[in-house]
């Protein structure tokens, strides 16, 4: 299973929300490409860049995310505010390896065919974030009118091949992933799927690689050290914690 490291940036500094709340943040570093490169030195598969400012309307950090690039050897795939094919198109022809596609999912198909029409299905991932009251877009600011399961039945309809899950009341709080959720997905749906949101143990690591997802997200467990990020990946590969 997959391992990829979050930087969520806000304001050009590296930050993480709780619960996908902008006025819930917790600053990490003023440096993301210090972070980045800390990151790019754990054995990672890949980061998991989301621009929140792009996703809230403020702007963009496409100069951040050009220096991610340039400064780390690392599969990149970013998020945030991805509604127009230029936008896509500048950060694929920057070097990011693939763009992370949530509102347009929802509000313009068109966009997410001509991106992987252009460029291919492999630079497409969808997300799919959820809460209570379904699945969330638009900054997390609004509900679609369908469950996760019913997400899924859009990524395929879309011929989608990556999909990105978050529990966005889990996101940013290391309460633990959804399990009793994500082990309701069909095998084929977990294939593709990363998760994301709360993780923190190699535990739960462990459970999530036994359900054979395609990978996970990691944030704050990453950061602020609480497990070895190397039990954390071991946990992930399904090798023993104390030998490696």
């Given at each position: 299973?997959?391992?990829?490291?979050?930087i969520?940036?806000?304001g050009g500094?590296?930050?993480?929300?709780?619960?996908?709340?902008?006025?819930?943040?917790?600053?990490?570093?003023?440096?993301?490409?210090?972070?980045?490169?800390?990151?790019?030195s754990?054995?990672?598969?890949?980061?998991?860049?989301?621009?929140?400012?792009?996703?809230?309307?403020?702007?963009?950090?496409?100069?951040i995310?050009?220096?991610?690039?340039?400064?780390?050897?690392?599969?990149?795939?970013?998020?945030g505010g991805?509604r127009?094919?230029?936008?896509?198109?500048?950060?694929?022809?920057?070097g990011?390896?693939?763009v992370v596609?949530g509102?347009?999912?929802?509000t313009?198909?068109?966009?997410?065919?001509?991106?992987?029409?252009?460029?291919?299905?492999?630079r497409?991932?969808?997300?799919?974030?959820?809460?209570?009251?379904g699945?969330v877009?638009?900054g997390?600011?609004?509900?679609?009118?369908?469950?996760?399961?019913?997400?899924?039945?859009?990524?395929?309809?879309?011929?989608?091949?990556?999909?990105?899950?978050?529990?966005?009341?889990?996101?940013?709080?290391m309460?633990g992933?959804?399990?009793?959720?994500?082990?309701?997905?069909?095998?084929?749906?977990?294939?593709?799927?990363?998760?994301?949101?709360?993780?923190s143990?190699?535990?739960?690591?462990s459970?999530?690689a036994?359900?054979?997802?395609?990978?996970?997200?990691?944030?704050?467990?990453?950061?602020?050290?609480?497990?070895?990020?190397?039990?954390?990946?071991?946990a992930?590969?399904?090798?023993d914690?104390?030998?490696?």
């Amino acid at each position: 299973m997959e391992v990829w490291g979050s930087i969520d940036l806000l304001g050009g500094k590296v930050v993480r929300l709780v619960k996908g709340d902008p006025t819930s943040t917790i600053v990490y570093s003023n440096n993301p490409s210090h972070v980045a490169r800390k990151l790019s030195s754990l054995g990672l598969d890949g980061l998991h860049i989301v621009d929140i400012d792009a996703a809230l309307g403020r702007g963009r950090n496409t100069e951040i995310i050009k220096s991610i690039i340039e400064n780390t050897n690392m599969k990149t795939q970013v998020g945030g505010g991805i509604r127009t094919f230029e936008t896509a198109a500048s950060l694929l022809d920057m070097g990011v390896s693939r763009v992370v596609i949530g509102t347009a999912l929802f509000t313009n198909h068109k966009l997410v065919t001509d991106i992987m029409s252009s460029y291919g299905p492999e630079r497409v991932v969808a997300a799919l974030d959820y809460g209570r009251g379904g699945i969330v877009y638009k900054g997390w600011c609004l509900v679609a009118h369908m469950n996760l399961f019913e997400g899924y039945s859009l990524v395929k309809e879309l011929s989608i091949k990556h999909v990105l899950v978050t529990a966005v009341e889990r996101d940013g709080t290391m309460m633990g992933p959804d399990l009793e959720l994500l082990s309701k997905l069909n095998p084929e749906d977990r294939a593709i799927t990363y998760a994301s949101g709360g993780i923190s143990t190699p535990q739960e690591v462990s459970e999530l690689a036994r359900l054979s997802f395609k990978g996970i997200i990691l944030g704050r467990a990453l950061y602020e050290g609480l497990v070895p990020p190397s039990d954390l990946i071991a946990a992930a590969r399904q090798r023993d914690i104390a030998t490696g």
